[in-house]
């Protein structure tokens, strides 16, 4: 069965420091990727998409990267936080050649910028 | 108009209830239609995919209007374990974009006992 991992599972940084955030799928091959960000009182807002290695689709312009240096292995990056960077951050993934477009999440990284 | 509306609530209900929730959306090429389960400081679940011709899991039924652009997720015989966040969630269309969910913020649940 295929399990998706993140971490840091929590993380408080003050304003101005780099961030990195991994994500890493097992037990499937080739998935597309995905990073969302769900803010208080607000609903998932995707950020990032990737087809495969090293190809990644920004959704928002902010100061967040990513970057998929192997094929289940997604990175969120940032060089320097700001206080709205603060939020709820899903690593999320689906099968490559799937018909129904179900998205599978991670636990989260919950992400306090102070 | 938004994409994905739904009634934030909350839904307080007591165990055994009935309970329905509504969402609206805007596209009228939206292609799949899914509901979600989030409990609160968790990741969202899948709770169902919801079929034109409406579905059914258990005590969860779905359906899809596509002339009005709603869906629907009604829950029979509430249990305690059915609080949570509702999410509905919509893919914009087939093809290249329909890998971009699009969620709306959730209907608040709580089933009392």
């Known amino acids: 069965s295929q399990t998706i991992h993140q971490w840091p599972a929590t993380l408080v940084q003050p304003v101005g420091s780099p961030l990195s955030l991994e994500c890493t799928v097992e037990?499937?091959?080739?998935?597309?990727l995905y990073w969302y960000r769900q803010a208080a009182g607000r609903g998932l807002q995707l950020l990032f998409y990737?087809?495969?290695?090293?190809?990644i689709s920004s959704e928002v312009p902010q100061n967040l990267s990513a970057s998929r240096p192997q094929d289940r292995q997604f990175i969120l990056s940032s060089k320097k936080l700001l206080l709205s960077d603060s939020g709820f951050y899903l690593c999320?993934?689906?099968?490559?050649?799937?018909?129904?477009?179900?998205?599978?999440f991670g636990p989260g990284t919950r992400l306090t910028v102070l | 108009r938004k994409e994905v509306e739904q009634d934030p609530g909350p839904f307080n209900v007591p165990e055994g209830a009935t309970v329905a929730f509504n969402c609206t959306y805007s596209?009228?090429?939206?292609?799949?239609f899914f509901w979600y389960r989030q409990d609160c400081r968790k990741e969202p679940k899948l709770l169902m995919s919801?079929?034109?011709s409406g579905n059914e899991d258990g005590r969860f039924t779905a359906q899809l209007n596509r002339a009005s652009q709603y869906i629907s997720l009604l829950i029979r015989d509430s249990k305690l374990s059915d609080s949570a966040t509702y999410l509905c969630?919509?893919?914009?269309?087939?093809?290249?974009?329909?890998?971009?969910?699009?969620f709306g913020k959730g209907t608040k649940l709580s089933v009392i006992p």
């Open positions: 969630v919509v893919t914009p269309s087939s093809g290249a974009g329909s890998y971009q969910l699009t």
């Open positions: 919801v079929y034109s």
């Open positions: 999320a993934w689906s099968p490559r050649l799937s018909i129904t477009d179900t998205q599978y």
């Open positions: 037990g499937t091959s080739n998935p597309n």
């Open positions: 990737s087809v495969g290695i090293g190809q």
């Open positions: 596209n009228s090429a939206s292609q799949s």
